[in-house]
């Protein structure tokens, strides 16, 4: 960074003497704000064309501006752009060094527009490209979690409420419930896109500007749906960083969700899962570890998500219109924010699909915990008996097991029976884990054949929506 006297500055002719030294580093954004280069010389390069269009640009004016931005991008890129923070911010970083490489035509770039709809419009553009990619990376967590599904549609586990054993359930059917909190997330990405695919650009500072600009062109140049209706909206609006950052949110509350079950299911006294070693670290004292790394870390980072989300929305709460300085304080919560939930699913992505199975463990909680208690309560529903007056007699039952330490599939016919005298030999056939889960055979049930319905339905579901 090299050091720049206020008379300098693109707005230094009304000052009388340069800006403090500390107040230049405290007010400057282009340590971090120069991450969006390329969206502001893409829209630089928009409104340039849009500006020859309209005639305020010649066309010489025009192909300096862009040979100039092109050379501007090519030196970012590789490493031999000089930030100065006496410049402030990416905007006037970039400006600045296009007046040096081209002189004149360099100056006219500003006409009509002003920083106040440039960040807003770079903000879009980078916040466009970042939802694309994490909707990329939750399609493939999605179809890696249809492929788990598929492997083990029929392998059983508890179904736990209140982590107590309650029914058993399919694997597969559990991978699909991730699946759907998923496919709800990349759907509300979806629509906070439309809201952010707006263009502010033509608002200039506030009011508009007295040049005769197209922005329905500049909008098309750039891919818009459209322009912003309002140009004081069009400025001072930051809803779409928050509404992005409460999708992000959602994400990572999901995943600390997945991830606290991984957590579980790969702990000694669960047991139920391998995460394989790529996806864990050891002990640097206790030699036997194997710590859940990945899926411990995710969990983590949902606080600081939610944290720039509270954060976000203080930041705008009771701000006046239009633009405020309040607003380059957006940039940091929203660029951790998009790079903690592309880590995270990136993580996720790549880690579900190698989760080893074990199913043996699996089965045999589900069959320890009287996971089937309300299989023997709808029978004898079947058989005649009110659902109140089954329950209290399979709750006698599990007491009866309790006691001599068996699952309710262990006991005797004789011993059922004297509990109920509707209890004949085909008890048993319910009673099993299998016949449990294949009895609730019906649409977003647990059956296998149903969770292999599901699947065909979700492929096809992740195939059509874009
Ligand atoms: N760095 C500023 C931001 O991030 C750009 C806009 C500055 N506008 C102004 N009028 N000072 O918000």
């Not at 100065?84 to 911010?89: F, Q």
Request: hydrophobic share 40%.
């Amino acid at each position: 960074m090299t050091d720049n006297s206020s008379s300098q500055k693109p707005w230094g002719g009304r000052f009388t003497e340069s800006t403090d030294a500390f107040v230049e580093t405290f007010t400057a954004s282009v340590n971090f704000d120069q991450r969006l280069y390329h969206y502001d010389i893409q829209g630089s390069r928009a409104h340039a064309r849009m500006l020859e269009k309209v005639g305020v640009l010649s066309k010489t004016e025009l192909d300096s501006i862009l040979t100039g931005l092109k050379q501007i991008e090519r030196d970012i890129e590789q490493g031999n752009f000089q930030w100065s923070v006496s410049l402030e911010d990416v905007h006037m970083n970039i400006e600045a060094r296009l007046t040096t490489l081209i002189g004149e035509a360099g100056k006219k770039l500003h006409t009509g527009r002003s920083r106040n709809d440039q960040v807003a419009t770079d903000l879009r553009l980078y916040l466009r490209d970042q939802i694309n990619a994490a909707c990329a990376e939750l399609r493939r967590l999605q179809s890696g979690l249809l492929d788990v599904a598929e492997r083990e549609s029929d392998t059983l586990l508890p179904g736990f409420t209140h982590l107590q054993v309650a029914m058993p359930v399919t694997f597969g059917h559990h991978m699909l419930a991730w699946f759907e909190n998923l496919q709800r997330d990349r759907q509300r990405l979806m629509e906070c896109l439309k809201r952010v695919n707006v263009m502010p650009l033509g608002a200039a500072a506030l009011a508009g500007t007295s040049f005769p600009i197209d922005r329905h062109y500049t909008a098309e140049l750039l891919g818009f749906d459209s322009p912003a209706e309002n140009s004081l909206d069009a400025v001072s609006d930051r809803d779409f960083v928050i509404e992005f950052c409460s999708c992000a949110a959602l994400i990572l509350i999901h995943l600390s969700r997945f991830s606290e079950e991984l957590i579980l299911w790969a702990s000694t006294q669960f047991d139920f899962i391998d995460l394989p070693d790529r996806f864990c670290t050891g002990s640097s004292i206790m030699p036997q570890k194997k710590n859940p790394d990945v899926p411990e870390l995710v969990r983590g980072k949902s606080g600081r998500v939610i944290g720039h989300l509270v954060g976000l929305l203080m930041l705008m709460k009771a701000q006046p219109l239009a633009y405020n300085k309040d607003n380059q304080e957006d940039k940091e919560p929203l660029f951790d924010t998009v790079d903690t939930i592309l880590g995270c699913l990136r993580a996720f992505a790549d880690m579900v699909p190698a989760i080893e199975v074990k199913a043996d463990n699996m089965r045999r909680a589900a069959a320890s915990g009287y996971a089937t208690a309300t299989d023997l309560a709808d029978y004898l529903v079947r058989k005649g008996l009110a659902f109140r007056d089954a329950h209290e007699i399979v709750g006698n039952a599990v007491r009866l097991g309790i006691e001599s330490k068996r699952d309710l599939s262990e006991m005797s016919l004789s011993e059922l029976q004297s509990l109920s005298a509707l209890i004949e030999s085909d008890v048993f056939d319910v009673l099993t884990l299998e016949g449990s889960v294949s009895a609730r055979n019906h649409y977003g049930g647990t059956a296998p054949d149903q969770v292999r319905a599901a699947i065909i339905r979700a492929r096809q579901r992740l195939a059509c929506s874009d």
